[in-house]
């Protein structure tokens, strides 16, 4: 787990390991998710480069239910 420390302009730097294990460069955008005091950052990609990504992904019990409308 890596720890990161918000500056006083709200900005966080993403540890080199995590960088490197998510293949993001400089300049990528990312989608920021929050939900029930969790944020999530996601690397916003082209159809293109998730063709495959989600092989063997289990996607029972993904949502709650108050996601479902």
């Known amino acids: 787990m890596e720890t990161v ?10 540890p ?9 460069k400089p300049g990528d955008k990312m989608v920021a998710l929050a939900k029930h005091g969790v944020l999530q950052y996601v690397p916003l990609r082209s ?3 998730t063709k495959g990504m989600a092989k063997g992904l289990e996607s029972a019990d993904l949502r709650d239910e108050t996601d479902r409308s």
């Not at 420390?5 to 966080?12: A, D, E, G, N, P």
């Not at 080199?16 to 993001?24: D, G, H, V």
């Open 47 to 49: 159809l293109r480069e």
């Open 5 to 14: 420390k918000v500056s006083r302009k709200y900005q966080v730097v993403i």
């Open 16 to 24: 080199k390991k995590l960088r490197q294990e998510a293949n993001i």
